[in-house]
């Protein structure tokens, strides 16, 4: 059974799990519905989230699964309405 979990990180000291869902469209649904407070909760002026699909019963010596979906943001400065904004950004 496929399971898939949603990472943060945005260190790279450091990640952590904020959930495990069932499938890989309920856990992007949370970061595409939940995305202001997503990157807000993560960053000062970049946040990254990944999503990793795991085995449950499978040993996994890598510790990380496989990345399936990543996503990423940047504080970046708008001159036009001079101020700063959230974009995704490529990782």
Do not use: C, H, P
Request: aromatic share 12%; net charge negative; hydrophobic share 35%.
């Amino acid at each position: 059974m496929k399971i898939y979990e949603l990472t943060d990180n945005t260190s790279d000291e450091q990640y952590y799990t904020i959930g495990l869902f069932l499938t890989m469209e309920e856990a992007i649904a949370v970061v595409d519905d939940d995305q202001q407070d997503v990157i807000n909760e993560l960053g000062d002026d970049y946040a990254s989230v990944t999503i990793s699909e795991r085995q449950v019963g499978k040993v996994d010596w890598s510790g990380t699964g496989v990345v399936v979906w990543e996503r990423a943001w940047a504080m970046n400065y708008n001159e036009s309405e001079d101020v700063y904004k959230w974009e995704i950004v490529d990782k």
